[in-house]
């Protein structure tokens, strides 16, 4: 009857997301009375699991689930819930999360509520809040089944330490044929901060005039240990990457500080970053937009800016660290 | 090949997003809407196999009358022809088990659908579509090459990318990338004389159940006004002390 959780791991490191949806899932399970499990895939130690709420750790170790597969991880886990009898299961919104739940919720006969942003309303009946048309609103979402699946979007709900430690069990699963989609090969940047996983995001958009001049916002990134983003005309010219195009039709946001110089706001654009914690604004127009939706600004020219905040940020880090 | 393009019958991205009925029933009053922004780069990519390989592109939509102008919109860009499976959409599961059975009576080979759609962002229905047609499935795919049977997929992953290989029958969580925005196509005066002899046909639902119900509907909390600062100290002072971001 636990509460199961999907605590992601790269490395043998649990990602910060998965500590968020851990401290989540004990917040389920004290809603219900009951306590949470963390199923983990080739996971490493379990410490930081159990200082986050988990009672008892699933700890799946499996070659063939040593290349990212969705059906396969998607069954173990299925496996784990059956074996469980969770009612409740709950995953992060990581690119690899989101491939898998849908498969889940069709293994388990589940309902789904994606982009949830925090504890549930009431467990009976089964009531979350979820953001709807691309964090225009939210939704109030009943998932009537019996099994539930929660997807919690980023920084929803944060990260709640506690001094508990997991039991860990190994599990064994039965994957059967797993050779349907085959990973040949990945290409990740090593050396750069993927928008996804962080905390402060550093985005510049059309007022910057060409990507010759991207190098102060890849310098602010590095000082702030930020991923570069931005604007989708910007990756329309191929000045940046397709990768980091943010908004409603590019990669969603929900960064605890994001930074946008030369962006001018339109609804498309704040419609995928809007979940962001803190915004700050660098534009030459005090009329753009942008504005409306930030928490502090500069109205001044990029250029001139930039550079000088860069300096500073460079000295305060140096005081700060 | 055969294809199926599911296309989801969204709000413009411009909306204003409103509700009636106390909250209940979103508001498309003066609303424009469009195919999802997703799925057109998958009928893009569609025409693509079409016109360079050979294959037939059907389209489908889950939804009730008031969706048959954007399924023309899509037979004006070149689907062949389009269904429209006549009963609201009312959850991702329900729309997937609708779409199960078009793909099973159409036996076709890939299905494009988006990676998810702007209005309700489930990202659950080409997921779920795979799981209960048994076909393979690659999310967020920013590429897809087909060879007789096999399938070369590159999928976004968080910070970079994954190739991979798998097999038909396939369904896809497609996205920008698939084609570049410049490819897109805006229907000219010969393909809208066109689809409007191309077939729609209205099938009937199988009648499949929610395992979700959105119950009322909220905006965001208004954000306070935004405090303008005139020098780069002060930002800082304020980003460490006061918003804690940094
Ligand atoms: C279907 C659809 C989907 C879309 N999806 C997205 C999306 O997902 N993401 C997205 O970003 N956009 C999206 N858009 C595009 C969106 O409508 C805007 O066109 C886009 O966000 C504008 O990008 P920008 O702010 O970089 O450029 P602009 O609108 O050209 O703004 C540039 C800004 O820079 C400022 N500026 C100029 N010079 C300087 C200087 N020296 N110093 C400081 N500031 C300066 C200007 O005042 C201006 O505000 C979409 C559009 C459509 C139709
Ligand atoms: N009512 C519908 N009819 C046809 N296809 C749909 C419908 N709803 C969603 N889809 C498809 O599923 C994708 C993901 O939608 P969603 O799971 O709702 O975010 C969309 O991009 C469409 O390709």
């Known amino acids: 009857m636990s509460v199961l959780v999907y605590t992601e791991s790269e490395n043998g490191t649990y990602k910060k997301t998965a500590l968020e949806v851990a401290s989540y899932a004990k917040g389920i399970a004290d809603m219900m009375g009951t306590t949470a499990t963390a199923v983990a895939i080739n996971g490493g130690d379990t410490i930081s699991l159990g200082a986050h709420g988990i009672d008892k750790v699933l700890n799946i170790t499996n070659d063939a689930l040593g290349d990212f597969n969705a059906s396969a991880f998607a069954k173990a886990i299925a496996q784990a819930a059956k074996a469980e009898g969770a009612k409740v299961i709950v995953l992060s919104q990581s690119a690899n ?12 006969e589940a309902g789904y509520a994606s982009n949830v942003v925090g504890l549930p309303e009431s467990t009976s009946p089964f009531v979350v809040k979820r953001t709807a048309f691309t964090n225009k609103a939210f939704s ?35 994957l059967g044929d797993t050779s349907g989609v085959k990973v040949q090969s990945i290409d990740k940047a090593t ?14 958009g059309r007022g910057l005039k060409g990507p010759e001049n991207w190098e102060m916002i890849e310098e602010m990134a590095d000082i702030l240990g930020a991923a570069t983003a931005c604007s989708k005309p910007v990756s329309d010219l191929g000045w940046r990457p397709h990768g980091e195009h943010v908004g409603q039709t590019g990669k969603p946001v929900a960064a605890n500080l994001y930074i946008a110089i030369g962006i001018s706001g339109a609804i498309q654009h704040l419609a995928g970053i809007n979940s962001s914690k803190t915004k700050v604004v660098i534009n030459n127009d005090p009329e753009a937009p942008f504005f409306k939706a930030a928490d502090y600004g500069i109205v001044g020219d990029a250029f001139e800016i930039v550079p000088k905040l860069n300096e500073k940020l460079k000295a305060f880090k140096a005081a700060n660290s | 090949m055969k294809i199926l393009v599911c296309i989801s019958h969204v709000p413009d991205t411009t909306s204003k997003i409103n509700f009636t009925d106390g909250d209940t029933q979103f508001d498309t ?3 424009q809407f469009v195919i999802n922004p997703n799925d057109e780069f998958g009928l893009t990519r569609a025409m693509w196999f079409k016109e360079k390989q050979g294959a037939s592109v059907d389209v489908v939509n889950v939804g009730g009358p008031e969706t048959e102008p954007t399924l023309r919109k899509a037979l004006a860009i070149g689907a062949d022809s389009a269904i429209r499976v006549n009963t609201p959409a009312t959850d991702g599961y329900q729309v997937a088990k609708e779409l199960a059975k078009v793909v099973q009576d159409g036996g076709y080979d890939l299905v494009i659908a988006g990676r998810e759609s702007i209005d309700y962002n489930g990202g659950m229905v080409p997921g779920m579509l795979a799981g209960l047609t048994g076909a393979n499935f690659v999310n967020t795919c920013i590429s897809l090459e087909v ?15 994954e190739i991979a ?9 497609g996205q920008k990338g698939l084609v570049e925005e410049s490819d897109l196509r805006i229907p000219n005066m010969r393909g809208i004389m066109m689809a409007r002899k191309k077939p729609l046909n209205v099938v009937e639902p199988t009648g499949a159940a929610a395992e979700t119900k959105a119950i009322s509907f909220e905006k965001p909390a208004p954000k306070g006004a935004v405090k303008l600062v005139d020098n780069v100290d002060e930002l800082i002072d304020l980003l460490h002390n006061e918003a804690k971001a940094i």
């Open chain 1, 97 to 108: 999360a989101k491939y898998i739940a849908p498969l889940l919720a069709i293994e388990l």
């Open chain 1, 191 to 204: 050396d750069k901060v993927a928008i996804a996983d962080a905390e402060i995001v550093v985005s510049a």
């Open chain 2, 147 to 161: 060879d007789g049977n096999t399938a070369t997929t590159i999928r976004e992953i968080d910070g970079g990318k």
């Open chain 2, 165 to 173: 290989t798998t097999s038909l029958p396939l369904v896809i969580g």
């Open chain 1, 140 to 174: 109030n979402t009943e998932i009537t089944t019996d099994v539930k699946i929660v997807g919690l979007g980023k920084n929803a709900f944060g990260l709640n330490e506690t001094s508990g430690a997991a039991a860990t069990e190994d599990f064994a699963v039965d």
């Open chain 2, 29 to 31: 009053n003066g609303v």
